[in-house]
């Protein structure tokens, strides 16, 4: 494949979202930001030099140099049965550090290009059982160039590498035989890996080798500038010729460095599971040899296993020989596990068990009510040799990251969507100053960007202007100026990042706050980066409240720079309406996006733009133009067109949410969400501002959590009319397709001008190009209450009803429904158009006059013959599931009243209904699980089996 300019904007955008997506290179981001403000140019320039096959480089490897990063802080000494929570020290001794490359944007580029034209044959060369750094491929095994992704999930891997070795164990145990699991992990692997890119002649056709040279170019200049560091504190360490950690190169080069280890393991030790994650080995045996008595039982297990030539062994260390390198086994990370046939292997369950809960962590919502007083106590584990009843039996703690990170991300999701009271942030801001101070700060680093971003998004201005004195303070403190110089770049890229959503404050106020405290920042960084990387969309995108804003041409476009609002647009703002500006999709923004646009996205943005557009009574409502989105959809993401995929449809006022056969239900577990809605937080959606306080929220994700719970997750959510905020629609959202749930609602009121409008939301799952999806629709009322007309008409707005609406069909998970919003369901001739077309109808509501409406829902059940949910608020109740049956069968679930919010999930069986439906008279007679049809029914060609 010839190398030309588009193959470069291919790699540089698999670069991109590499990126994107790493937490850890905050450096790499603001360099590419810098390098994509003149990308055509740049992309040519580098053309260029490839096509010609120039040999001098040295421009792009002259400023290979290298950025030093704390791994591991010299602790205290004290002794074993002592404890104390003093992490202040009066220095800090640095035992071990990762180093890695810092060149230019170039450089890596070639880097990329390498992975994607010789990288790619190396990869495809290694057993499917090598789950870590594995290039991203197709269903059919093909390494997709087009595509925006380099490298598949990094947890996708790992999970599949720890459960397939757990996997493996039981079914071996539940067969009667003992069971070994093996784990070991390589000491400082990238460390010891000096890679000859000349002993790959036979993947290098002729045109890739002067592609090759390059890689080598590089690794050379890179050798040469760190040819004296040591990645950690050991005077008996010998410097070495090392891989450089940062490229996206060395990830392929590590995996295919073990590939004859990989191979000999498969080959000649023959365990029943073997894999690897990077430089982390699996091994499950069964009925080993395992001398119980034997004091280097580890060793024992490897020599015999081994073939001699390839494990070496020693009093302190394991060793492990391939290709003519030795590599050595951490000692600590070296665990073996024996399960003997006749006793429990509870211990992997328990394992496993634990595993699911932490993975399935981050599918829930942050619905904790403890959230903000948690932080301190979560970044710790106590260990007990006995009772934890007993002070005793305390035998040591553990820093937790894992905990800290959860406990971080929660609080960002509810801080940016939410309004806090002082009281919760002066608890949070409190421990955070507690935990990160000390060899702490160094140790939760990965963490500095969220707690800056935390400070900055909550107005915490003098937390953030004591953590940056006390971060940059400690930093001073390291045992040596290199270390020193480079964590303080960490620090300023934390901390740019943090401001990138809404930076006016932090350029015109904060940097002279810490130049108040003696440290002069904007010395220390470019304030240019910050628009840098809004302009290249490098920062992270979910605590925005409108998706793809950060699409639309940018703040800093000529036309705009003369308007201080919009001079830099706050993109977590949660005002519905944009006063005044018109924000148009930025092309190159889609060109080159670092990420996977989503759908629903798609649709959430088109319904913000339209809101923002309806500026009278003459523009049409707003209804999902599935053709578009469809369209759009794969523009965005750069998909090659498949009309096998299973996007929505929409035709004669249907739409189609394909499914996969197996997703077709028989029977849906339905959700009705009993909660109380506030008249006041109703009229304050329209008159001032939505109440978007944290305690609402709570409740709200405390719903959401019930419903994916594992004894009843329900297929459909339902709540009531004017239950959720607008800007509280993205949330509901991102759970619903994490979870793959459906979910439907009422949205408080919208006002645009002095119309104010009423919107239902219905949101589906469906799955294309491989991918969880979500389609949303916004349905506008058609008619409004009298009540809720005089309300609104008597504060000078106009109630913006939707008279021509037509009733909407849904069909998904095989079954067919359509939806009512409350008032809508007293027209009767709006009914009447359903007999047979549906298997359920849904009617939200924020009514007073239950019998009224207990009569409609009991008539409309039996004449449209279906199942009716209708969610009402629960100050006035009259929630239920009913049935097109008897009296007293009627009502399969029925609700009323109670100050907490509560879900309640029954079932209705889609299946049962059909065939009862299509049988005659007679035999409905005698069958009597339902009342009669009503006369000319007849079930709808969309509701048949196989129908589309």
Request: glycine content about 2%; hydrophobic content about 35%; some cysteine.
């Amino acid at each position: 494949m010839t190398i030309s300019i588009e193959l470069l904007k291919q790699a540089y955008k698999k670069l991109k979202s590499h990126l994107y997506n790493d937490k850890t290179l905050l450096a790499k981001k603001i360099k590419l930001a810098q390098f994509e403000k003149n990308l055509e140019k740049n992309l040519k320039a580098i053309e260029s030099i490839l096509v010609s096959q120039a040999q001098d480089i040295s421009k792009w490897t002259k400023n290979i140099t290298y950025s030093l990063v704390p791994k591991k802080i010299e602790p205290i000494k004290i002794e074993e049965n002592f404890y104390t929570n003093k992490t202040q020290q009066d220095s800090y001794d640095v035992e071990a550090y990762n180093i890695f490359i810092k060149a230019s944007m170039e450089v890596h580029l070639i880097s990329t290009l390498w992975t994607m034209l010789i990288g790619e044959k190396l990869d495809y060369s290694l057993h499917k059982n090598i789950k870590g750094n594995r290039l991203y491929r197709d269903k059919n095994d093909v390494f997709q160039q087009k595509s925006y992704k380099l490298f598949r999930p990094y947890y996708e891997g790992y999970q599949n590498f720890r459960d397939d070795a757990i996997d493996m164990a039981t079914h071996l145990h539940q067969k009667d035989l003992d069971v070994t699991v093996l784990n070991i992990d390589i000491q400082e692997f990238y460390y010891n890996i000096d890679f000859d890119f000349n002993s790959l002649d036979s993947f290098l056709s002729k045109e890739y080798k002067y592609l090759n040279n390059l890689m080598q170019k590089i690794h050379n200049k890179y050798h040469e500038v760190t040819k004296n560091l040591k990645p950690k504190k050991d005077n008996n360490y010998n410097s070495k010729k090392f891989l450089p950690i940062g490229l996206v190169s060395s990830s392929v080069v590590a995996n295919y460095v073990l590939h004859n280890l990989d191979e000999d393991i498969t080959n000649n030790v023959k365990p029943e599971y073997y894999s690897r994650y990077v430089d982390d080995m699996l091994f499950v045996f069964s009925n080993a040899k395992i001398d119980l008595n034997s004091k280097t039982v580890v060793s024992d297990l490897l020599s015999c296993r081994f073939e001699n030539s390839k494990v070496r062994t020693g009093k302190r260390t394991i060793q492990l020989k391939t290709n003519n390198r030795i590599f050595k086994l951490q000692n600590k990370k070296v665990k073996l596990f024996h399960f003997h046939k006749d006793d429990s292997i509870s211990l992997l369950n328990k394992f496993k068990e634990k595993i699911d809960e932490n993975s399935s962590f981050f599918n829930f919502m942050p619905d904790d009510e403890k959230l903000f007083s948690t932080l301190e106590s979560s970044s710790y584990n106590m260990f007990y040799d006995n009772s934890e009843n007993k002070l005793s039996s305390l035998i040591g703690t553990t820093k937790d990251t894992l905990n800290i990170s959860r406990n971080l991300t929660g609080v960002l999701t509810t801080v940016s969507s939410s309004k806090f009271d002082k009281l919760h942030l002066n608890i949070y801001n409190k421990q955070i100053q507690n935990v990160f101070s000390g060899h702490n700060i160094f140790e939760f680093r990965l963490h500095w960007e969220k707690v800056f971003t935390y400070a900055y998004i909550t107005n915490s201005y003098e937390l953030f202007v004591s953590l940056y004195k006390n971060f940059y303070n400690t930093i001073q403190k390291l045992s040596s100026k290199e270390l020193i110089l480079h964590t303080i770049e960490y620090l300023n890229n934390c901390v740019i990042f943090s401001v990138v959503s809404n930076p006016s404050y932090f350029e015109k106020v904060l940097l002279q706050k810490i130049k108040d405290n003696g440290i002069e920042m904007e010395q220390l960084i470019n304030t240019d980066d910050i628009g840098n990387i809004r302009q290249a969309n490098m920062f992270s995108h979910h605590l925005m409240t409108y998706p793809l804003i950060n699409y639309t041409v940018s703040y800093d476009e000529e036309e705009w720079v003369e308007m201080e609002s919009l001079s830099p647009f706050n993109y977590l703002t949660k005002n519905t309406q944009i006063n005044n500006m018109k924000l148009n999709i930025c092309e190159s923004k889609i060109q080159y996006s670092p990420k996977y646009v989503h759908y629903h996205e798609l649709i959430l943005f088109e319904h913000y733009m339209h809101i923002n557009e309806q500026l009278d009574e003459s523009k049409d409502f707003f209804k999902t133009n599935t053709t578009k989105i469809n369209e759009e959809y794969i523009r965005f993401n750069n998909f090659e067109h498949n009309d096998n995929e299973n996007f929505p449809v929409f035709r004669e006022n249907k739409y189609i949410i394909t499914q996969s056969k197996d997703e077709n239900k028989d029977k849906l577990k339905i959700g009705i969400v009993s909660l109380k809605t506030s008249i006041k937080d109703i009229e304050a959606s329209y008159v001032s501002s939505a109440n978007l306080s944290y305690k609402r929220l709570q409740g709200i994700f405390d719903i959401l959590n019930q419903s994916i719970n594992h004894n009843h997750k329900v297929d459909i959510l339902v709540f009531p009319e004017v239950s959720i905020p607008y800007a509280w629609v993205h949330l509901l959202a991102r759970f619903a397709k994490k979870n793959n749930i459906g979910i439907i609602f009422g949205v408080e009121h919208i006002k645009i001008n002095n119309l104010v409008s009423n919107y239902t939301c219905v949101m589906l799952p469906f799955n294309t190009n491989g991918h969880t999806n979500l389609f949303i629709n916004f349905e506008a009322k058609k008619y409004f209450a009298p009540d809720e007309k005089i309300d609104i008409e008597s504060r000078g707005y106009k109630a913006h009803e939707n008279i021509n609406k037509i009733q909407t069909l849904y069909k998904y998970r095989g079954s067919v429904f359509s939806i009512f919003n409350c008032y809508e369901l007293t027209d009767i001739k709006y009914r009447s158009s359903l007999v047979g077309e549906v298997d359920y109808l849904v009617a939200i509501e924020y009514n007073k006059d239950t019998n009224y409406f207990s009569n409609i829902i009991d008539s409309l059940s039996r004449d449209i013959h279906c199942y009716v949910v209708q969610v009402n608020t629960s100050d006035y109740g009259d929630s239920r599931i009913v049935q097109p049956s008897k009296t007293e069968s009627k009502d399969i679930v029925k609700l009323k009243g109670g100050e907490n919010i509560y879900l309640v999930v029954d079932t209705v069986d889609i299946k049962t209904l059909r065939e009862f439906q299509i049988k005659g008279h007679c035999l409905q007679k005698q069958d009597r699980k339902f009342k009669l049809v009503p006369p000319n029914f007849q079930l709808s060609l969309l509701r048949s089996d196989n129908a589309n």
